[in-house]
Nanobody
Framework: QVQLVESGGGLVQPGGSLRLSCAAS????????MAWYRQPSGKEREMVVV???????NYADSVKGRFTISRDNAKNTVDLQMNSLQPEDTAVYYC??????????????WGQGTQVIVSS
C-alpha cells in the first residue's frame, strides 16, 4: 500500500501565500503522476496541477502564474507553493498519486486533505 500525508494548510489573508506538502510512504515500487486537487465546499473536486515523473506539469487555468508545483522523486514528495491567494482558492486540498506498491498494479491514491481558507 501507498500512503499520502499532506501538511501546510491553514488560514491566510487574500494576497497571501501558503505552501502545501505531501509525502508518499509505504512499500512503493513506482510513482507515476502526482497531483494536487481541491474541493470547495459544496462543489466537485477539481484538478489544480499534475506533474509527471519526468517533470511535465499541467496547471488549471485558474491557478496559472500563481501556484507552482515541485516534485522530489528521490524523496517521494510533492509540494505546492500558492501565491496571490484569493477567496475563491478556499477549499480542501488533496494530494494524489498514481502509484504501485511492490507486487501490485498502478492504483490511485489520495491523501486525507488539508483545509485552505483565504479570508480577511
Amino acid at each position: 500500500q501507498v500512503q499520502l500525508v499532506e501538511s501546510g494548510g491553514g488560514l491566510v489573508q487574500p494576497g497571501g501565500s501558503l505552501r502545501l506538502s505531501c509525502a508518499a510512504s509505504g512499500s512503493i515500487s513506482v510513482i507515476d503522476r502526482m497531483a494536487w486537487y481541491r474541493q470547495p465546499s459544496g462543489k466537485e473536486r477539481e484538478m489544480v496541477v499534475v506533474v509527471t515523473s519526468g517533470g511535465t506539469t499541467n496547471y488549471a487555468d485558474s491557478v496559472k502564474g500563481r501556484f507552482t508545483i515541485s516534485r522530489d522523486n528521490a524523496k517521494n514528495t510533492v509540494d505546492l507553493q500558492m501565491n496571490s491567494l484569493q477567496p475563491e482558492d478556499t477549499a480542501v486540498y488533496y494530494c494524489y498519486a498514481r502509484a504501485a506498491a511492490h507486487f501490485s498494479l498502478l492504483s490511485d491514491y489520495w491523501g486525507q486533505g488539508t483545509q485552505v481558507i483565504v479570508s480577511s
